[in-house]
């Protein structure tokens, strides 16, 4: 079946410093979301990408969508201790039961002041 | 709007016991979702419905059951718990905005299955 890989999984960075992740698709996907999850939260809702080689920017946040439609990276710029929480990718396929959402195993960002 | 809640917050349960997590959601959407999150796993989707009437399997069915008789309640039943279902379940609910199938995590439900 449809497989999300999601890399790395832990990251710990000072506080100012840039933090990327990056999400791999086994299979063509028709599209990606992205959600942050606060240490004992729920995700939530970040962005959704459709298109080959989009780039969408939220303040700090940059997502793009690869040209193939399998990867996708996020990457935030001067990070914030209010950055801290667990970034997943989530992968959206062409037919079948792959149209269900399939979720990366998700990158925990610690950020020290 | 409560958005979407889940009851209860927290359940222990002993092997075998069955059990009913609730869910529901006051913004009329049509898709809800049932998903786990066991550490260093992501979310696996354990059932979904596209509307009131209509459920499908996820990645993860077995040992559970849904049903969807109204657009606003979707809950879950596990049949014979086992320690394997020992997990974080969040229920989630979902639209289509601007293109977007924009998801609605519940807070979620710790179950321990001893």
């Known amino acids: 079946g449809q497989q999300v890989m999601q890399i790395p999984q832990y990251q710990h960075v000072q506080e100012g410093e840039d933090f990327t992740t990056y999400c791999n698709s086994s299979t063509t996907l028709s599209n990606i979301q992205w959600y942050k999850q606060r240490p004992g939260g729920h995700p939530v809702f970040l962005i959704q990408l459709v298109k080959s080689g989009e780039v969408k920017k939220q303040k700090r946040l940059t997502f793009q969508f690869g040209e193939a439609k399998k990867n996708s990276s996020l990457h935030i710029t001067a990070t914030q201790t209010t950055d801290v929480g667990t970034y997943f990718c989530a992968g959206r396929g062409t037919s079948g039961s792959a149209r269900q959402l399939t979720f990366g195993s998700g990158t925990q960002l610690t950020v020290l002041p | 709007n409560a958005g979407v809640t889940q009851t209860p917050k927290f359940q222990v349960l002993k092997t075998g016991q069955s059990m009913t997590l609730q869910c529901a959601q006051d913004?009329?959407?049509?898709?809800m979702s049932w998903y786990r999150q066991d550490p260093g796993m992501g979310l696996r989707l354990i059932h979904y419905s596209v509307g009131a009437g209509i459920t499908d399997q996820g990645e993860v069915p077995n040992g559970y059951n849904v049903s969807r008789s109204t657009t606003e309640d979707f809950p879950l039943r596990l049949l014979s718990a086992a320690p394997s279902q020992t997990s974080v379940y969040f229920c989630?609910?979902?639209?289509?905005?601007?293109?977007?199938?924009?998801?609605?995590f519940g807070p979620g439900t710790r179950l321990t299955v001893t």
């Open positions: 913004m009329n959407h049509e898709y």
């Open positions: 989630a609910s979902s639209y289509r905005r601007g293109g977007a199938y924009e998801q609605y």
